[in-house]
């Protein structure tokens, strides 16, 4: 099950959406952006974020009206079998009411939620109430053959049918169900390699046990107990620039299949909502990118299933090019077997350019301005001749705690080609907290407009900044010469 996210629409339900937090620590909070401060992440539009979560199975917990995720899920509602769990809870805490997803556990969800908040949760599922159990829910390590029969099985249990029950599982036998060796239904628990044995119908409902020893396999695969016999994997991952929406399907899903993490704490902080307990997180500083690179291909080299985190793309200033460069210049025999896959993510000019129009619309390219791993000379040679060849140009990198002067050596160069009147776009925490996209003119651009988490666009000489109506502004750059 994905990590549950829970949605709100004011900085009001900010405290109550913390206490929910403290019940359910894997889960994250969006908040609707102007309209909330302190949320982990935010989105924009409530309808297509809360739709996006449905379809992509993530448990929803609305601290808004149970009517708006009704109206907003509405057309969505087609297959009971993959609702995810959706939660409607008032803003004060004082209503806790599951509205999807009892097959997934909406009900325990809810329970959890309630017990924090101390109130009663509004649990209406007839099943669950009379047999004080869901059969169509079971715990973790067991799993329903036939979800299909369960309708017909369950109408027959309400209406006062008696149950045997083959097989032993103590949530079945604490239940409140009418269990009786005459039963005319049968539950039936069988070990999972035993399916053949099983005769699911309407009146047997049939639970695979998984096997002890998968359970014992994952256990020692945890503890770091993997046999070097298993061939290693290492992917390079790009989370996309911040928000959960803009990473690849691909990425979420290799991150969630590693037995370790390997990157710079930030970035690691930025996907921990993914991260189950067992898999490791192998912080490192971000400067030393050559030496988690070997760590990685190490870990990956042992058999465990390893995963490079760089936020934006991870070929683009970031980790891929470093394990690449390892691999070319220590190439120990040992990474010869392992698997390398790079799985690519939004970069950071790629959503500064998606907020504001379509800067990029016809020829750039990107310079990063940090003289760390080549010399100014280089850095600035090239500003020149982008700025010639009339390329919109990207800053990465443009200022740091060191790097202060960088961007106005930058800005004089660009002057010598360009208009003072370019359009420049000043993105800074895209997709995270405290997003701002600015739009200013060549002539205006000073140090104080940037910081480490900010990238720039500089306009080609084509760049033009449009009015739509009096408030919004956008700025493209056309395909038409
Ligand atoms: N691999 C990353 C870039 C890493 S270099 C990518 O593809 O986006 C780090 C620089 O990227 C920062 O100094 C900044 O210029 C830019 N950057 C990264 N994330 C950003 C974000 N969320 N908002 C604005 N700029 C960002």
Redesign the pocket.
Known sequence: MKPPVIVILTETSITVARKIQTAIPESVIYGLVDRTRSADFTYTNFGETVREFFQTGTPIMGICAAGILIRTLAPLLTNKWQEPPVLAIAEDGSAVVPLLGGLQGVNHLARQIASVLQVAPAITTTGEIRFKTTLLSPPLGYQLVNPDDAKKFLADLLAGEKVKLIGTADWLENSNLPISAEGKLTIEIIPKDKLELAKPSTNCLVYLLEEATQTKEKLELSQGNVSSQSQGKLAIV?TG??AMNWMSPEVREVLEKATDWVGYKTYLDLVESLRKPEIVRHESDNRVELDRAEIALDLAAQGRSVVVV?????????MAAAVFEVLEKKGKPAWEAITIQVCP????????AASIGAPLGHDFCAI?L?DILKPWEVIARRIELAAQADLVIT??????KERTWQLEKAKEILLQWRSPQTPVVL??????NG?TVTVKLLEQLTIAD???????LIGSSKTRIVQQGTTKQWVYTPRHY
């Open positions: 790009g620039p911040g760089s936020s934006g793309d991870p070929g683009i200033y970031a993510g939004i970069s950071a000019m790629q959503a500064a990063s940090s800053f990465y990198n443009p200022v740091s993105a800074r925490n895209l997709g995270r997003q940037a910081d480490m988490r900010t990238v720039i």
